[in-house]
């Protein structure tokens, strides 16, 4: 079945330093998704891709889809504090419903 | 706007006991996806309800079953519980004309001694 991976599992910045997690699919994907978890929280929205080579901007986060449309990026410039929780994308194939997640990037960020 | 709701936040229940889990979705969306979540890991897809009917169901076993009722909201229903179940459970509504965008409730914890 489809699967969705995500490097890395962890990661510990200094606060200021650039911060990237990437996610790889099995197939191709419809579109792609992705969501911040705080500690203790429960996923939250950040942004949906959707057009082969798509690069979207939230301030200091840049989303990239990849051409073929099986893997994507997300970049966190000049970490804050803030930026602290699991960052997860999700894909989706076809038109199917169903929204397969990666197992999340957990990023630390130290003042 | 009330967002997601799900009750009850945490519960405790023993093996080969029967669990109900339930979900109201954000006001003006139709489809509810449920969720498990087990810890460090990244929410896995239980199946996802539109007009009352199961549309998508991910690989889990038929003792996870569900319902959507004429008001959109939701039942999560687990039986005879192994330990294996406990995680958090979370519902997430869309509504089907969004590209399946999903709002997440806060979870219902769920531990089987």
């Known amino acids: 079945g489809q699967q969705v991976m995500q490097i890395p599992q962890y990661q510990h910045v200094q606060e200021g330093e650039d911060f990237t997690t990437y996610c790889n699919s099995s197939?191709?994907?419809?579109?792609i998704q992705w969501y911040k978890q705080r500690p203790g929280g429960h996923p939250v929205f950040l942004i949906q891709l959707v057009k082969s080579g798509e690069v979207k901007k939230q301030k200091r986060l840049t989303f990239q889809f990849g051409e073929a449309k099986k893997n994507s990026s997300l970049h966190i410039t000049a970490t804050q504090t803030t930026d602290v929780g699991t960052y997860f994308c999700a894909g989706k194939s076809g038109n199917t419903g169903k929204l397969i997640f990666g197992q999340g990037t957990t990023l630390q960020v130290k003042p | 706007d009330a967002g997601v709701t799900q009750s009850p936040t945490h519960l405790i229940k023993t093996r080969g006991q029967q669990v109900t889990l339930r979900c109201s979705p954000k006001s003006g969306h139709d489809t509810v996806s449920w969720y498990q979540q087990a810890l460090g890991q990244g929410p896995q897809f239980i199946f996802q309800?539109?007009?009352?009917?199961?549309?998508q169901r991910g690989n889990f076993p038929d003792r996870f079953s569900g319902h959507q009722f004429p008001n959109y909201s939701s039942e999560l229903n687990v039986n005879a519980l192994l330990l294996g179940d406990s995680a958090l459970y979370l519902c997430?509504?869309?509504?089907?004309?969004?590209?399946?965008?999903?709002?997440f409730g806060a979870g219902t914890r769920l531990s089987v001694l």
């Open positions: 997430a509504s869309s509504f089907r004309g969004q590209g399946n965008i999903q709002y």
């Open positions: 197939t191709t994907l419809s579109n």
């Open positions: 309800y539109y007009e009352e009917e199961e549309r």
